[in-house]
């Protein structure tokens, strides 16, 4: 049974930083792809940024030069460092994981950057 479990969101002002976890288990799991998504009150989930195992890098150009996704692969464990928050990074980011074409979500971490 794979299970993503999520950690780090909070209540920031903007500017200020926030770091999302991400933790896979499962037996001998070790996804193709990680990344995180982010549904915003009233909007689609958006693709936030994502990182293969090779370390290929996709960014949201509205988070460019701002995020930082990284993996460790040894601990089967996503990062996503966000700095200069904004309030329009306001909303319920979400950890995935992918495997042979199947997709495993975590549970959703808030996050809510006030003006």
């Known amino acids: 049974q794979v299970r993503l479990v999520e950690s780090g969101g909070g209540l920031v002002q903007a500017g200020g930083s926030l770091r999302l976890s991400c933790a896979a288990s499962?037996?001998?799991?070790?996804?193709?792809?990680m990344g995180w998504y982010r549904q915003a009150p009233g909007k689609q989930r958006e693709l936030v940024a994502r990182i293969s195992g090779g370390e290929v890098i996709y960014y949201q150009d509205s988070v460019k030069g701002r995020f930082t996704i990284s993996r460790d692969n040894a601990k089967n464990t996503v990062y996503l460092e966000m700095t200069g928050l904004k309030p329009e990074d306001t909303g319920v980011y979400l950890c995935?994981?992918?495997?042979?074409?199947?997709?495993?979500w975590g549970q959703g971490s808030q996050v809510t950057v006030s003006s």
């Open positions: 499962g037996s001998s799991f070790s996804p193709d792809f």
């Open positions: 995935y994981a992918v495997k042979f074409g199947l997709v495993y």
